[in-house]
């Protein structure tokens, strides 16, 4: 029984509610034990931590070369190493019968991933395919868990198993997020039609983050051709129409401008903005009155987009427009934009009124006065000058430190000119050295109009580089000395351009790229005998080297030896060989005739040892054979009807009698086409001994020489 | 004293006692349960995929890193090299030194090689005059501006930053935390991966980083604090950060997020006016006032919050400036619960004001201030000589061992979710704070909430108060 008792001795008028001291009691010895088990839990939560990682990190220590070898394994391995390769995948796929093995396998390649390109990316993935890892990720699919689902979504789209597309292309609209997610972005990744399958199917709202991940994968993939995303553009699903406009704009497609345009008129301030970046980009100026329209209709930052298009794209006709907006909006963001954009349309328009100073009064010295007298005859001849249409003031060249890199094209058009008619008239001037040379007669240099790409016709100059558009080349009076070319040139690398402040900042560009021309003839004549030589000699014919050519001669030599059943292994030849020599004079030109001999009697008797003992030595698989288990040894059939030769056949025959079934009958079906592939192999080899002539073994040389239309090179040889 | 009213007022004291202890309890278990169903959540979900992928998209927003600095010239250059180095592609530090007394400006513009700019400033922009807007010539520096103001106080340099950034979301931070590099992208996600929902603001969790190894600005060792003072403030933030916001995330009723490293959607930030100037509990009321305006306007609106630890900050080591932080946070407090006292069981405010304003109004405000009456009263009735001893020490045991058991359940998750003190020695640490913290620790805060809530009733005059950092331990 509980006793109730009070924080102080009772002696009220009032019933009032009971405590128990018991129940109190127990609550503490309740909570103690609590703070027991949470003491226990944290010490054994922080040792399997640490004792996991630690039993992570050496497996991972065991794996990691092992999995290195692999990827680094080449296709031109020798048989050696080959045999080596399948026996360290027969080692793994024991390694990995253990669940952690196995699953620390596949993170290790899952980590790999991420780091590799190339080939050993690609083996990398079929390595994972070949442990059977993928069956996992697949079965992971089926699970009721949310978190293994997406892991094993996860796992085939990072190990990019396409064969997973349209089992993951089902979770695209699944009622769980995480799982939706990342079906999306595996559909996209797995196969390139992905896109538009997401889409075109998609039912939920695409976060903005989902839209940076999808556009990542996209931007990621090799030789993507993007479909025109102006189809989406009247999607029902709202972020399908803002992604579709995002991709478009990233993709420069400009295929879709009506659609564009029309939706300014969208009700979603994302879906405007994202159509207003797109006609600012593409300089879609039929835009313009819509974008006036939706003005009124539009939130603050919308305006502000709007009046920054205009600025950009908009005319001097769409001034007034601007003033309106200026005079009418009170927020002093959307104004600030109205003028800039007025300023950015036809610059210096507003000037400056806020803060002055109404003291300052400019009062001109008389001197000063003077000078503006005499100035105003030049001023009147500038103005005409400077009445040229904006459009052909745009189109000016501008060579910045900022931009020059986009029209290199042009730049070297340029220079090829320049330098054909600099050349011409420096002959000139040798000729007519009595003439007095006033001015540098530049009138020669082409007037190099930027030529936009239609892209670029549509797109807007950037206001920065409007201020650098005027280039100043500036020029003196020369005479003509030795020294006229190199002066000619710094005079003309010498380049004011306006800085933003209007100051003339003097520029040398660098003239080291101009060819160095020379007069052939006379040139010619002065060089050495042997660089004449060379330049007089006619290629007569191509070296090809191709030593798995020889490799796979040699190979059917062995097999045809091995088919005539015939092989007899002289030892004592090899006794007889002093192979110091024979490597030696292998290498030297000076070679005897007796000597190459011996290197012919010595690759011969090498050749037949090999082909002794692959007849009568054992297959490797054998070994392995021997203590796999039945999958490992399908799997093995497989590698042995790769690099199998002839006596995996006779070792696959010994598996008639193989107690399994399905040894028996995968042995049966291996050899079968293994048989086929030698022959195969042995008739290709014949066909290329016909084909294959050696021809002048040039000692000097040490190369082979061959052609391979026999017929063609004896009418040739018989010839000379 | 007449004997019948006494009794009465004893009686239904305790009444009030007992269903606020019961009521408290059940509350801190409800929030254990929802904290770790999201700490669960969070993790298997943040599992998947690497986030740095996304550090170069074309599509990633624009964030201003706001950092309002105030006498802050002795460790100014490095904190702002640091905050220039996080891992972004889209992204401006803000620098508004608030008059600053020292030389704080002068030696930005020097290490930063910073010349004055030209730019319309909004005449309406709400705080202290702008004096001027500072650019870097130098290319690696181009993230940077700085912005020169008179001195008007913390919000109102944040004000200053939110209304001349011009990026969709802003960041309030303090100029001497530490964000770890790839905190900007985390920000983004939960700013990003909501789509039926606006998201209006993310908050983080702050660890403590005294006596931590940081080298180049980048956090090389985690230790523990050498201070007890500093300790026992990191085992509270470790509660009230994994289990507290952990739970109120969950339920999408987070009230707070820290000044220290706090995001908003700026539009919303500006919508709402910005900071208050006249409280001292800033960050806590922005986001009252957000909420407000969204519940106002009819969106759905969500306040994101990350667990990983992605901001570090020195917490006082110095008992008075302890003292004077608490009592600033209280009176905080209060001016909020008092600004929105409309919102006190407002079912037109949904959870936030049916749950989340009372929690806050009886647990956060009002727990100290009853805790401090029931001293009083068991010295009372010690000095009366009515106290019953065996119940009162059983009560008394069986809170100290509910607080022990709450604070062993917030180093568990650590360990479990993070484990940055794997350390034995660390570990063993924590929980001998976790059962001196009732008894020495928690007795200060008591005390400095009592203070503060006196100041604010009584209107005596105080401000910010002010903190000297020692800085973090160079490696």
């Not at chain 1, 919308?302 to 005319?315: M, S």
């Not at chain 1, 001109?364 to 105003?376: D, F, G, Q, S």
């Not at chain 1, 062995?558 to 059943?565: K, P, S, T, V």
């Amino acid at each position: 029984m509980f006793r109730t008792e009070l924080t102080y001795n009772i002696f009220s008028l009032l019933s009032i509610p009971k405590i128990h001291t018991d129940l109190l009691w127990d609550l503490s010895v309740l909570f103690g034990s609590l703070c027991i088990l949470y003491f226990g839990f944290i010490f054994f939560f922080r040792n399997r931590l640490s004792a996991k990682s630690q039993n992570i990190s050496e497996r991972r220590k065991q794996l990691t070369p092992i999995i290195s070898n692999f990827l680094f394994h080449g296709e031109d391995a020798s048989k050696e190493e080959k045999y080596e390769y399948v026996e360290l995948k027969v080692e793994i796929r024991e390694f990995i019968k253990d669940p952690i093995n196995r699953s620390i396998l596949k993170e290790i390649l899952l980590d790999l991933q991420r780091d590799l390109t190339g080939d050993a990316r690609r083996r990398l993935f079929s390595l994972y395919k070949d442990f059977d890892l993928h069956l996992d990720a697949f079965a992971k699919l089926y699970s009721w868990r949310w978190e293994v689902v997406t892991k094993g979504i996860v796992e085939l789209t990072q190990m990019q198993v396409e064969e997973a597309y349209l089992q993951i292309k089902k979770f695209i609209n699944h009622k769980k997020s995480v799982i939706r997610r990342h079906a999306q972005i595996a559909t996209v990744s797995l196969n390139s039609e992905g896109i538009g399958q997401f889409l075109d199917t998609t039912r939920y709202p695409i976060s903005e983050w989902q839209q940076i991940k999808i556009l990542e994968i996209l931007r990621n993939k090799k030789d993507y051709i993007p479909p025109s995303f102006g189809v989406w553009l009247t999607s029902k699903n709202k972020d399908v129409v803002l992604f579709a406009l995002r991709l478009i704009r990233h993709y420069n497609q400009t295929d879709a401008n009506a659609s564009v345009t029309e939706l300014l008129k969208h009700r979603n301030e994302e879906v405007k903005q994202a159509a207003i970046e797109c006609i600012k980009e593409f300089g879609i100026v039929e835009a313009i009155p819509t974008l006036m329209a939706a003005f009124k209709k539009s939130k603050r930052d919308t305006r502000i987009f709007i009046l920054d298009a205009i600025g950009t794209i908009g005319k001097e006709e769409h001034i007034p427009f601007l003033l309106e907006v200026h005079r009418k909006i009170s927020n002093f963001n959307v104004k600030s934009k109205a003028l800039s954009a007025i300023n950015s349309i036809s610059p210096e328009t507003v000037l400056p009124l806020e803060n002055l100073d109404p003291e300052i009064i400019v009062t001109k010295r008389p001197v000063e006065l003077e000078n503006e007298e005499k100035e105003t005859t030049e001023d009147s001849e500038s103005l005409q000058i400077n009445e040229i249409p904006s459009e052909t003031i745009e189109d000016d060249v501008v060579i910045t430190e900022e931009n020059s890199d986009f029209f290199y094209e042009d730049l070297d058009v340029f220079d090829y000119c320049f330098m054909e008619e600099l050349n011409e008239i420096l002959d000139n001037q040798k000729i007519d050295d009595t003439v007095e040379v006033q001015y540098l007669p530049l009138d020669f240099l082409p007037v190099v109009v930027e030529k936009p790409t239609p892209m670029e016709k549509k797109r807007p100059e950037k206001k920065s580089k409007r201020k650098l558009r005027k280039l100043k080349v500036s020029y003196e009076e020369v005479h003509p000395d030795e020294n006229f070319r190199k002066e000619l040139e710094e005079i003309l690398s010498r380049v004011e351009v306006p800085d933003v402040d209007g100051n003339i900042e003097t520029e040398y560009l660098n003239f080291n790229f101009l060819p160095f021309v020379i007069d052939e003839d006379s040139e010619k004549q002065n060089l050495p005998a042997i660089i004449r030589q060379i330049n007089e000699m006619e290629v007569d014919g191509v070296e090809i080297v191709i030593p798995s050519r020889k490799e796979k001669q040699q190979k059917g030599d062995l097999a045809n030896h091995e088919e005539q059943g015939s092989v007899q292994v002289d030892f004592d030849a090899c006794a007889m060989v002093n192979w110091e020599d024979v490597s030696y004079a292998g290498e030297q030109s000076e070679a005897t005739e007796n000597t190459k001999e011996k290197v012919v009697e010595t690759n011969s008797v090498q050749e037949q040892l090999a082909t002794a003992t692959s007849t009568y030595g054992f297959s490797i698989f054998e070994e392995l054979f021997r203590t796999c288990d039945v999958d490992s040894k399908l799997i093995l059939m497989n590698e042995i009807l790769d690099i199998g030769d002839q006596k995996e056949l006779m070792f696959l025959k010994t598996l008639d009698k193989d107690p399994n079934r399905k040894v028996r009958e995968a042995a049966g079906k291996t050899a079968a086409l293994l048989n086929k592939r030698l022959s195969k192999e042995r008739s290709d080899t014949k066909e290329e001994e016909n084909l294959v002539k050696w021809v002048n073994i040039d000692k000097s040389k040490g190369l082979l020489e061959f052609d391979l239309d026999i017929r063609g090179v004896q009418s040739e040889n018989t010839k000379q | 004293m007449d004997n019948g009213v006494f009794n009465v007022v004893l009686e239904y004291l305790n009444i009030v006692f007992l269903v606020f202890s019961v009521v408290l309890f059940t509350l801190y278990l409800f929030m254990a349960y929802l904290a770790t169903r999201n700490s669960i959540h969070y993790k298997h979900k943040n599992s998947f995929g690497n986030i740095s992928k996304t550090l170069g998209s074309p599509l990633a927003p624009g964030i201003t890193i706001i950092a309002p600095a105030y006498n802050e010239g002795l460790t100014i250059v490095e904190n702002v090299r640091s905050l220039l180095s996080l891992q972004y592609v889209n992204y401006e530090v803000m620098v508004v030194n608030d008059g600053s007394k020292d030389d704080t400006l002068e030696k930005l513009i020097e290490a930063y090689d910073l010349k004055k700019i030209d730019r319309d400033i909004d005449p309406d922009i709400k705080s202290k005059t702008i004096r001027g807007i500072y650019k870097s010539e130098q290319r690696s520096f181009a993230k940077l501006t700085v912005v020169d103001k008179a001195n008007g106080g913390k919000s109102d340099a944040l004000n200053a930053g939110i209304y001349l950034s011009e990026n969709k979301y802003v960041g309030c931070i303090d100029v001497d935390c530490l964000i770890v590099p790839e905190a900007l992208l985390h920000v983004v996600k939960s700013f990003y991966q909501h789509s039926e929902k606006r998201v209006i603001a993310v908050g983080g969790v702050i660890r403590v980083a005294n006596s931590c190894k940081i080298s180049g600005g980048t956090l090389e060792e985690i230790r523990l604090p050498k201070n007890w003072l500093a300790k026992f403030q990191l085992l509270e933030y470790t509660r009230s950060f994994l289990l507290g916001r952990m739970a109120w995330g969950r339920i999408d009723s987070l009230l707070i997020i820290s000044g220290a490293f706090g995001f908003f959607d700026r539009e919303i930030a500006l919508a709402v006016g910005g900071y208050d100037t006249n409280t001292v509990g800033e960050d806590m009321e922005i986001i009252f006032r957000m909420r407000r305006y969204m519940h106002d306007i009819d969106e759905p609106y969500h306040v994101a919050y990350i667990p990983d630890p992605l901001c570090w900050t020195e917490v006082p080591e110095d008992l008075k400036i302890f003292v004077n932080q608490r009592d600033r946070w209280s009176r905080g407090n209060l001016e909020t619960l008092n600004t929105h006292k409309d919102m006190f069981f407002n079912p037109k405010y949904g959870r936030l004001g049916m749950l989340s304003y009372p929690y806050w109004f009886f647990y956060e405000w009002l727990a100290p201030l009853l805790e401090f009456v029931g001293l009083l009263a068991i010295v009372l009735f010690i000095y009366l000589g009515i106290i019953n001893w065996e119940f009162f020490i059983a009560i008394t045991i069986t809170i100290y061992s509910f607080s022990i058991m709450f604070s062993f359940y917030a180093i568990l998750w650590e360990v479990y979710s993070y484990n940055q003190y794997s350390k034995t020695r660390d570990i063993l640490t924590l929980m001998l704070v976790a059962i001196l913290e009732p008894l020495f620790f928690h007795p200060l805060v008591v005390w400095s909430s009592v203070r503060g809530n006196y100041k604010k009733l009584f209107k005596i005059r105080s401000g910010w108060g002010s903190q000297v950092r020692k800085g973090f331990a160079k490696a």
